[in-house]
């Protein structure tokens, strides 16, 4: 995708960008991006990568060079960028809802394999309506919650009614069964009984003669646990390409393995203990997390771990130092690891990836902004 990359050159020293901008380390992206394809291939499940983490087609392709079998996503936009880009195997890891979105769903299906996700009969008639008048047939994982609390159904008896309801209906196909986690302080052990509670889920479905073809689970935290749960034929994890603040403070990453941070610089010295910098929630987003022993922070501060950002205003990052960050004079450069690097992608509009502390390319979020 083209960007304005009139302002970066080549080989450009990351030391000499304007800020905020958001620096992936190229080694560590690329070294994530292996890794989790080994790690897939290894314990023989499929590796769907979730690209809300990136929304940046060079990412997506070296994804599938590294042996993605295709991409998930949450928006319909996202998908329609996607599969323009080249990417032919999409899932929707989402309920697809309301009149306008149809005939896109549609058209996208035709184009590439699809599939989407459906928690409801309420989600599932509209969708089943719009294939059978088109003459089309819909792929459909079931979406079963796992303890999230977020969309799903309880993966027993409702699960059931589900499959069986959703099997009804022309137009629809049941492909398989998925779910989404979340963050939990053990992401081992919640990996291994994500895994094990899904995979007695499809087992039940087939018991009662349903067809389930995909078992899809997965996130950083608990993909790989998951992986390893017999039964289990696909994961998705998303922010393993950078990784993040958080990621680190669950132990899910190491250092080496943070990809992305947000290059800022210091504007304001306002006192001993505080520096301002030029990042405010228009680019760290407001997420914040338990990374300062001084109290939540809204990000990480990569060469003074214990520095806690206390408050952002839109254009603003105020940060209480740690003894050994009070040399931080007006003008320096400081990397910041977001709390959340999904969303604090989604905010920029470009990337800025390096080796070795100078600039290979400039890469577009394309797909930033794409919720509809
Ligand atoms: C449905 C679904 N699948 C997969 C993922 C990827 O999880 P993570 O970004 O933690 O790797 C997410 C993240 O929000 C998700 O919502």
Same mark, same amino acid.
């Given at each position: 995708m083209t960007v304005d990359t009139a302002a970066i050159k080549p080989s450009q020293a990351v030391g000499t960008l304007d800020t905020p901008s958001l620096v992936v380390d190229l080694d560590r992206l690329e070294r994530n991006i292996a890794g989790w394809a080994e790690y897939a291939r290894g314990a023989g499940v499929k590796l769907r990568p979730h690209g809300k983490t990136h929304k940046c087609v060079e990412i997506a392709a070296r994804q599938m060079a590294a042996g993605a079998v295709g991409l998930s996503l949450a928006k319909l936009g996202e998908a329609e960028l996607m599969a323009q880009a080249g990417i032919t195997d999409i899932f929707l890891a989402y309920e697809i809802v309301g009149g306008p979105k149809l005939a896109r769903l549609l058209r996208l299906a035709r184009e590439i394999r699809l599939r989407v996700g459906v928690d409801s009969l309420e989600v599932a008639e509209p969708l089943a309506r719009a294939a059978a008048g088109a003459g089309c047939t819909v792929d459909v994982m079931l979406e079963v919650d796992t303890g999230l609390g977020r969309c799903g159904v309880a993966p027993g008896e409702p699960l059931l009614a589900l499959a069986r309801g959703v099997g009804r209906l022309p137009g629809l196909r049941v492909a398989g069964i998925f779910t989404y986690r979340g963050y939990r302080p053990d992401p081992d052990a919640a990996g291994r009984e994500e895994g094990e509670i899904m995979v007695a889920a499809a087992d039940r479905l087939r018991g009662a003669g349903i067809r389930v073809d995909d078992v899809s689970v997965g996130s950083t935290p608990t993909g790989r646990a998951a992986a390893r749960v017999r039964g289990i034929t696909e994961i998705r994890p998303g922010t393993y390409v950078f990784n993040d603040a958080t990621q680190l403070h669950w132990g899910v990453a190491r250092p080496e393995e943070c990809a992305l941070t947000v290059l800022t610089r210091v504007i304001s010295r306002p006192a001993p203990d505080v520096a301002v910098v030029d990042a405010g929630s228009k680019v760290l987003t407001a997420e914040t997390g338990p990374f300062s022993s001084r109290g939540p922070s809204?990000?990480?501060?990569? @060469?003074?771990?214990?520095?806690?950002? @206390?408050r952002l205003w839109e254009e603003h990052g105020r940060v209480q130092l740690t003894a050994d960050a009070r040399r931080l004079r007006v003008g320096d450069l400081v990397h910041v690891l977001p709390a959340h690097v999904c969303p604090t992608v989604n905010l920029a509009e470009r990337l800025v990836l390096a080796r070795n502390g100078r600039v290979e390319h400039v890469w577009a979020v394309a797909a930033r902004a794409r919720v509809q």
């Open positions: 809204h990000g990480m501060l990569r @060469d003074y771990p214990d520095c806690q950002i @206390d």
